[in-house]
């Protein structure tokens, strides 16, 4: 099973950031509008209904409440002016004045297209964004292809996160009985034989041309259908070499061949699928502490400090990030002295520096030069030097150990290097 690509993780971490610095978002009254349009849909159909959404908010009894939400409403009505249709996937939009403290707040507005086409279009109003619909999609970048089978019938699909779409059915020609007996018996089996051998063929021909451009995004193939026959299309290696590797074992029992079968196949395979991310964190985390525990001789770095180094040095085999962390990496400036130093930090501690003294001169004029995602940064340098970047998740415990014992970064190198963080306790290993 492949692990997806450094492009395809980031794009679920970038995603999964910006939802989060949405669901940050609190109004201090219902002034946080969420607006969803769905693709296909009309932009002057849109419009018409925040017209009178507008109208109908000047019924607003409290006139701080009543003004935020016409402004929100009116800076929407602008934002789905600038689109002559919605995108490919629809878009979404937040609006609204988020609460800053002491009885204060500010404008705030995000637009979002999302990865996958949304299925709804909605308006809502309220303390908080609305952000259910988005959070589906978090964890719906994986790829499955899909294959029930038997000697009747075949249906083919993809499994993208929880949605199944089928792509092909086709039926056989294959006789499932004859009432032939003497020497005619053996010469119609071999007929038999013959067409189920042909429709077998078909099915590997469908499965080449339905799956091998999705190669890449593809995680796996799932097999299934009633009977033995499944096991013998994969045994006799009737689909195509590189198809033939990522199916997924053990090979799946379904009642059906059709888009049933599908979605049957798919509630057999939850906890395997599941089972094999974890496995596949586990292996790579245990690999990891296998070469921590050698000491000097060990191919691993782990902390920021480290993995900067060997990030530098291009050292980097493959590296280990926690999906979970949340951090810039900001460059300041003093403008007293001219000296600049970097920090990684969350964001809420970035204006405790900025109002704090500078660490070479000790005025407080401190100012912020650059600053990048710490995530997106640590997988551009990884992608500079040819090295593999691998978001772990948080909900392991590999993934926690992760977190707890390395912050959240660390490598396995191609080659030893000097590192300066201390070696772990020996009780961060799991057990």
């Known amino acids: 099973m492949s692990a997806p690509s450094a492009d395809l993780q980031l794009a679920r971490y970038s995603f999964q950031r910006k939802l989060d610095e949405i669901a940050a978002c609190r109004g201090r009254a219902t002034e946080l509008i969420s607006l969803y349009v769905s693709p296909g849909k009309q932009v002057s159909d849109v ?125 056989s020609l294959v006789p499932s009985k004859h009432g032939r007996g003497g020497q005619s018996q053996h010469r119609f089996e071999r007929m038999i034989e013959h067409a189920a051998h042909e429709f077998f063929v078909k099915i590997a021909e469908m499965s080449s041309e339905l799956f091998l451009p999705r190669k890449e995004q593809l995680k796996g193939i799932l097999l299934g259908g009633p009977g033995a026959t499944k096991e013998y299309f994969f045994k006799e290696g009737y689909l195509q070499y590189e198809l033939q590797q990522k199916v997924v074992q053990p090979l799946f029992d379904t009642g059906y061949t059709d888009e049933y079968g599908l979605r049957e196949l798919v509630e057999k395979a939850t906890q395997t699928l599941h089972g094999l991310e974890l496995t596949e964190e586990k292996r790579l985390i245990q690999r990891l502490l296998n070469e921590i525990r050698k000491a000097e001789s060990g191919l691993a770095a782990y902390g920021e400090v480290d993995v ?117 306790p020996r009780s961060s290993s799991p057990s």
């Not at 109002?355 to 551009?380: A, H, W």
Request: one cysteine or more; charged letters at 25%.
């Open 47 to 171: 419009m018409s209904y925040l017209r009178n959404e507008y109208a109908q908010s000047s019924n607003i009894k409290s006139r701080t409440t009543r003004k935020n939400v016409m402004w929100a409403i009116e800076s929407l009505m602008g934002r789905v002016r600038g689109f002559k249709e919605p995108p490919t996937n629809g878009v979404a939009f937040f609006v609204g004045n988020k609460a800053i403290g002491a009885d204060k707040s500010e404008p705030v507005t995000f637009i979002v297209e999302p990865p996958e086409p949304l299925n709804t279009y909605l308006y809502r109003c309220d303390s908080s964004f609305f952000l259910d619909p988005l959070l589906a999609m978090v964890h719906e970048p994986d790829v499955w292809g899909l294959i029930v089978m038997d000697r009747a019938e075949v249906t083919l699909g993809l499994l993208r996160g929880k949605r199944v779409e089928p792509l092909r059915n086709r039926s």
């Open 308 to 424: 900067n180094h060997a990030l530098d040095l291009g050292a980097v085999d493959i590296l280990i990030v926690s999906e979970g962390l949340r951090q810039q990496r900001v460059r300041f400036r003093c403008t007293a002295c001219e000296h600049e130093f970097e920090r990684s930090l969350a964001d809420e501690a970035i204006d405790a520096v900025l109002d704090g003294p500078c660490p070479k001169c000790g005025q407080r004029t401190v100012s912020e030069k650059s600053s990048e995602d710490y995530v997106e940064g640590l997988f551009r340098r990884a992608a500079e030097s040819a090295a593999t970047a691998r978001l772990v998740s948080t909900e392991s415990e590999e993934g926690e150990l992760l977190v707890k014992a390395f912050r959240g970064v660390a490598a396995i190198l191609r080659y030893p290097i000097t590192t300066r963080t201390p070696p772990p």
